[in-house]
């Protein structure tokens, strides 16, 4: 996923060693508890709405401010969103009465304003990117040098040196 920058050249993310599923788990399993299904039968689809905001600011802003999300964790998690939403646990299931990408944007665009997993990671992500860059007399922005180098950060190609002999 590429963002464009103030120089508006393509920002890709840098490349991180894949982190195991097991390291996902307690953020889906606390998700799941939080949006169980017996609280969606008392509540009104304004109130799963609600329930489902505020469980998402959260929990998970945590592991998605360090972490890329990987893909199966982001549909994992849509999708209790999703179920959580129009009432389907289990066997039964209910119709969606609204794509998800609609219920995603804000509400001045006619959404429901629940937030994309996937663009929250990315400005959580970009927003670490951006202190690097700017707090260089911070300890931890030191600590993160030495261990990693200043140079690349895995997001511009580095250019070969042209011997001109």
Not at 128 to 151: H, S
Request: aromatic share 16%.
């Amino acid at each position: 996923m590429a963002v464009t920058g103030v120089t508006s050249q393509p920002i890709s993310f840098p490349k991180f060693k894949r982190v195991p599923h097991c390291f996902w788990d307690p953020v889906i399993g606390r998700f799941e508890k939080r949006l169980s299904g017996w609280k969606a039968t008392y509540l009104s689809k304004e109130g799963r709405l609600t329930l489902i905001k505020n469980v998402f600011s959260s929990i998970p802003t945590y592991f998605l401010s360090l972490f890329p999300l990987p893909p199966y964790v982001a549909n994992k998690l849509e999708a209790i969103q999703m179920n959580f939403l129009w009432g389907s646990f289990g066997s039964d299931f209910k119709f969606h009465l609204v794509r998800w990408n609609i219920v995603k944007q804000p509400l001045s665009m006619g959404g429901l304003g629940v937030r994309d997993l996937r663009l929250f990671n990315e400005a959580l992500l970009e927003k670490w990117f951006w202190r690097f860059m700017n707090e260089k007399g911070n300890l931890w922005r030191k600590v993160v040098a030495i261990k990693y180098g200043t140079t690349n950060f895995g997001r511009y190609p580095q250019r070969q040196s042209q011997n001109l002999q």
